[in-house]
């Protein structure tokens, strides 16, 4: 009987495979092919790089008849240096066979630097769009912050959690949130691993989740994803909600680091921009809209995208920095497991972190306390009763805990400084949008 | 203006931070406390640990009126050497603070070694059974064959993808699937990311994706979720079907050892059971029914629970593994795009691979070409113009490729010989739950 024993795997071309002077054998996509006469320059597409190749008939047997932007071949060549190539090599053709040509030309400048199309055509052609180097380094990069983001969460503690999406009741209340039928039961998609974040503080203290978050909002704006990737955390055990934004300063501090060590190829692609994170300034939410608004500061309970904009410029003219955490946001409004400050009952115990004039992270410390819980959601006209399993945890102990969310696509899309949510998801849903 | 560092941040327990001898301050939750007549015995819990500890007043000045099952505290020790506790160390009680005591006492026998209850019982009352150290193991255990896997995967060149659960169309067809209002449109949780993996392989080669897949059946077995968690990966530039079989012994195998070498302590507490891969006999469906079933065989597509048991069994008592790849399944079954096997097109090119008597993947190689595809999709009864953003991928070009998908809570279950799923998943949906 057959057996397989996995010990003889089939290699993805690495950088390090190329070392001048020697011989590879690669599997690519020809990412261009431009015959000069006599000889042809032949750009290679593997699964994260793309390599500079000369053909010529003298040193490659091989014919060329069909070759073509878009076909996938076996390139055995020379690694010789080429300090205007980039990684500094080029190779020069050996052997080349065609391993399957499409049926169809490109329908995009795939091999162009940038696809210099509108959007639209870039998503409605997604499939062929993200074969363009720089529309999927903005993806290998999303797998860096993600990774280096578990990878900070695994090292300080936290364990990884798994929670359901299909849900009888979301996390985050209103009416922003989409339904379906499940075997006859009326349920939702949540809006936020928020319950099941709470619940697992009393067994783990420490979980993060990386997972999608379903919100309904009707807007149509370049900001608002109806899918995207929540990066979450919760603490237990915590002093104050300044320990769960302290967490998350160095975070991220951790996660530039790792970007800028393991996916320098995919910042030089995009001209991602990884900031120095040394100190993250903090204002209060009454006060940073007097600095945003002056007197028209009146009745308001949130931050709007232009206070956003106005912070963050506020904090790299005052502090350098292109990051500021808001805190203190009326209590009143929702959510209804922020805990109220006890020093000042009209603050809730949140914040959010802006960056680059947008709103990445929203957090702050939980309610832990039964009673506590019962009476904050009596006080915002919600029913305990509705509640009662989000509640036993509550019920039968919770440490002291805060956690937070960060927008993983609103994270890519500033560190890359992209005009638009949507470039960083790779299959957007949007209001208009669900296809492909 | 304050500012957040995040250079001083608050620490979990690790076990390397109790020294024999040092003291140690550290925050936890009371599991257990039983008072003897001038000493207890208090044993405390921290996010992975369960420690034992002993007080004395003579030792400790605080107040143990208010210590009981269930409250949260910080506790100061010092470490002693205790061959007969785990770890091998027993704490003795410096000082006690209560943290923070809940309203009231846990309803199951949270700090035995197992809870004794009914699994209904276990699922209703999830967020306090999770406290009991075997039942909270099973997803720290379950972080771990994740972690291994996507471990595995970034060192093999795979990129880690994350594509959308609302589609407009499921990737696997018939009637099992969720679906919702999305906008006024009609959508589906996706049944898998198959379509999406497929896409990806045109433009990062090979690309692996850990998210929650939807399956709307009916079942009510042990064996069966409606939202559980894949393990999938696609890879690219293929020679057959065997590459992908091959990478999936190598990713096994390096789980298992990652598993033995960071999860030792879930190992001990779930008693789970870490198989030496070496190699993994393969056998056909023919053949295998032929085996399982003698001359019953006849007419059949596909395999039962008992055949897997049955040949489980058999590979456990040839070959002396508990894993078994079953391949060449009848193409004229979904999925469609299967590519059919050129010598013998009245199967397809797709595998199963079972353990201890359980399917835990489904994979093989995926049609690439345009016209193949069209052609099995109207062989299989479908209109392939309802399939016309997938079938972009194929127009404009996908190398040979293939790929699979393995349950996460199925393959943890097996590991540590669990009898329901469920258990094997942190808050379970299936036909009757949808609380908690």
């Known amino acids: 009987m057959e057996k397989i024993t996995g010990t003889n795997l089939l290699q993805e071309f690495k950088l390090s495979d190329a070392v001048v002077g020697g011989d590879i054998t690669l599997r690519a996509t020809v990412h261009k092919y431009k015959p000069m006469g006599g000889f042809a320059f032949v750009t290679l597409r593997t699964g994260r790089y793309v390599l500079q190749a000369v053909y010529s008939p003298e040193i490659c047997p091989d014919s060329m008849d069909d070759i073509k932007e878009g076909v996938f071949t076996e390139i055995t060549a020379e690694v010789r240096e080429e300090p205007r190539a980039s990684y500094g090599i080029e190779l020069t053709i050996k052997s080349i066979k065609l391993i399957y040509a499409p049926k169809e030309n490109y329908p995009l400048h795939v091999s162009k630097r940038r696809l210099g199309c509108s959007l639209d055509i870039n998503l409605d052609n997604r499939s062929v769009a993200l074969r363009n180097p720089y529309e999927r380094a903005a993806f290998k990069f999303q797998e860096g912050v993600a990774v280096a983001f578990a990878d900070f969460m695994l090292k300080n503690g936290f364990t990884e959690i798994r929670t359901p999406k299909i849900v009888a009741q979301g996390a985050e209340g209103g009416a922003n949130i989409f339904s379906l039928d499940y075997f006859q039961k009326h349920a939702f998609l949540n809006q936020s691993p928020q319950f099941y974040k709470q619940a697992a503080v009393a067994f783990f203290d420490r979980v993060f989740e990386i997972a999608p978050v379903y919100r309904a909002e009707k807007h149509a704006t370049s900001r608002h994803l109806n899918e995207y990737i929540g990066l979450d955390f919760e603490m237990g055990f915590i002093d104050s909600f300044y320990d769960v934004m302290a967490m998350e300063t160095a975070a991220l501090r951790h996660m530039m680091t790792y970007l800028k060590e393991n996916y320098a190829n995919e910042i030089t692609i995009l001209g991602a921009d990884i900031p120095e994170i040394t100190e993250i300034p903090v204002i209060k939410f009454e006060e940073a809209l007097k600095l945003s608004r ?96 989000y509640l036993e945890s509550h019920k039968y102990g919770l440490p002291p805990h805060g956690g937070l969310g960060i927008g993983l696509e609103r994270l890519v899309m500033k560190l890359c400084n992209m005009q638009n949510v949507r470039q960083a998801s790779m299959f957007p849903r949007d209001i208009n949008r669900l296809l492909p």
Chains 1, 2 share one sequence.
């Open 294 to 389: 002056g007197d028209k500061a009146k009745n308001k309970f949130d931050l709007d995208p232009s206070d956003e904009v106005f912070l963050c410029d506020y904090a790299k003219e005052n502090f350098d920095t292109e990051f500021i955490f808001v805190t203190h946001f009326p209590s009143s409004k929702p959510p209804f497991y922020a805990k109220d400050d006890p020093e000042d009952p009209r603050c809730a115990l949140k914040f959010d972190l802006l960056f680059r004039g947008l709103e990445i992270t929203t957090g702050g410390q939980r309610i832990h306390d039964y009673d506590e819980q019962i009476a904050k959601l009596t006080r915002q006209g919600l029913n305990p009763d509705d509640f009662t399993h």
